[in-house]
């Protein structure tokens, strides 16, 4: 039986990418010393169970938060990793306070989280192992699978806003996001992955506004966008502090929607629309379109090697006690 193309290539991309490691394992892909996923079997047993019955809870009452906590994690760990420093609020010097961040939302849950696993098990649930955890739930309770996680990452004291100014906002181009993702140890194929989180997600009309009238300079919109998607969007942004959603079919369901959208020029972002006409990754996206297993089973496997990048553990860092201040 002929294997489907779009595995066959993520095949021989990840056949490439082991040779190419063989011989100089880079650190991201070596087991990290500190983390397990038994790290809580006795310290805190019911850790996950605490926080996957508030995902539900929260998700339930407004279904868009879901791609709001997968967000806040994925701020956290790109902005010198995965150490719950975003979380810190320190006005005007922690990250919570750069430009980037200011759409950012979750900060209250994660804190009511944090709360509740202190009166369970006081000083020791760290606040990024919580962000970890809160986004692998937030997507499956939309519809993803389920993936393990290891624990044990401890808290940074430290949070700079002038180190969150690197983070992507929508329109970079596809060598920059790749060249960025490579710096967190992510691979082509992990950054088409993960913008795969785009099928729950909304963004304000603020932040795509250029692609509708005068797009770069040239008086008219964006000639990418799909006719009839663009009237629905000049339509919906009325205002620019109006929201709409990424994926335009099935927003409120986990699926690979969003890549079949993106092949029909209804790209919300530059850059998710960039991504099926470069070279690099418009494979990737035709792959992720066609099979929404491999696009569940890719998105679970970045989300693992997200979560691992650049963590502290031991006396690395810090529990805190709340998720807002150090010690």
Same mark, same amino acid.
């Given at each position: 039986?002929?294997?489907?193309?779009?595995?066959?290539?993520?095949?021989?991309?990840?056949?490439?990418?082991?040779?190419?490691?063989?011989?100089d394992t880079p650190a991201y892909l070596l087991p990290v010393d500190g983390l397990d996923a038994d790290y809580y079997k006795t310290s805190c047993p019911d850790m996950e169970a605490i926080i996957q019955r508030?995902?539900?809870? &929260?998700?339930?009452?407004?279904?868009?938060? @879901?791609? !709001?906590?997968?967000? =806040?994690?994925?701020?956290?760990? #790109?902005?010198?990793?995965?150490?719950?420093?975003?979380?810190?609020?320190?006005?005007?010097?922690?990250?919570?306070?750069?430009?980037?961040?200011?759409?950012?939302?979750?900060?209250?849950?994660?804190?009511?989280?944090?709360?509740?696993?202190?009166?369970?098990?006081?000083?020791?649930?760290?606040?990024?192992?919580?962000?970890?955890?809160?986004?692998?739930?937030?997507?499956?309770?939309?519809?993803?699978?389920?993936?393990?996680?290891?624990?044990?990452?401890?808290?940074?004291?430290?949070?700079?806003?002038?180190?969150?100014?690197?983070?992507?906002?929508?329109?970079?181009?596809?060598?920059? &996001?790749?060249?960025?993702?490579?710096?967190? @140890?992510? !691979?082509?194929?992990? =950054?088409?992955?993960?913008?795969? #989180?785009?099928?729950?997600?909304?963004?304000?009309?603020?932040?795509?506004?250029?692609?509708?009238?005068?797009?770069?300079?040239?008086?008219?919109?964006?000639?990418?966008?799909?006719?009839?998607?663009?009237?629905?969007?000049?339509?919906?942004?009325?205002?620019?502090?109006?929201?709409?959603?990424?994926?335009?079919?099935?927003?409120?369901?986990?699926?690979?929607?969003?890549?079949?959208?993106?092949?029909?020029?209804?790209?919300?972002?530059?850059?998710?629309?960039?991504?099926?006409?470069?070279s690099r990754t418009g494979p990737i996206v035709k792959a992720l379109a066609n099979q929404q297993n491999l696009f569940y089973a890719q998105f679970g496997a970045a989300m693992v090697k997200l979560s691992l990048?650049?963590?502290?553990?031991?006396?690395?860092?810090?529990?805190?006690?709340?998720?807002?201040?150090?010690?």
């Open positions: 039986m002929a294997r489907p193309m779009g595995l066959l290539y993520l095949t021989l991309l990840f056949s490439v990418f082991t040779i190419a490691i063989a011989d508030m995902v539900k809870k &929260l998700l339930k009452d407004d279904y868009t938060y @879901g791609a !709001s906590l997968i967000r =806040l994690h994925f701020h956290d760990c #790109a902005v010198a990793g995965c150490d719950g420093s975003i979380l810190l609020d320190i006005p005007n010097i922690s990250e919570k306070y750069a430009p980037v961040s200011a759409t950012l939302r979750g900060f209250g849950f994660i804190e009511d989280v944090k709360a509740s696993l202190e009166e369970k098990c006081p000083r020791t649930v760290s606040c990024a192992d919580i962000l970890t955890a809160v986004a692998r739930d937030a997507a499956h309770v939309t519809g993803a699978p389920y993936w393990s996680l290891k624990y044990g990452r401890k808290d940074s004291r430290i949070s700079l806003l002038e180190q969150a100014n690197a983070l992507p906002m929508g329109r970079e181009s596809i060598t920059d &996001l790749i060249m960025y993702f490579q710096s967190m @140890g992510l !691979s082509p194929v992990d =950054l088409v992955s993960l913008q795969g #989180a785009h099928t729950i997600g909304r963004s304000s009309c603020k932040s795509f506004a250029q692609r509708l009238s005068n797009y770069q300079g040239t008086n008219g919109a964006d000639p990418t966008l799909n006719d009839q998607y663009l009237n629905y969007l000049k339509r919906k942004c009325s205002k620019d502090s109006e929201y709409t959603e990424l994926d335009a079919t099935t927003p409120t369901i986990f699926d690979n929607a969003y890549y079949k959208n993106l092949q029909n020029n209804m790209g919300l972002l530059e850059t998710d629309q960039k991504m099926w006409v470069d990048s650049n963590v502290l553990t031991k006396d690395e860092g810090e529990v805190r006690i709340k998720c807002s201040a150090v010690l």
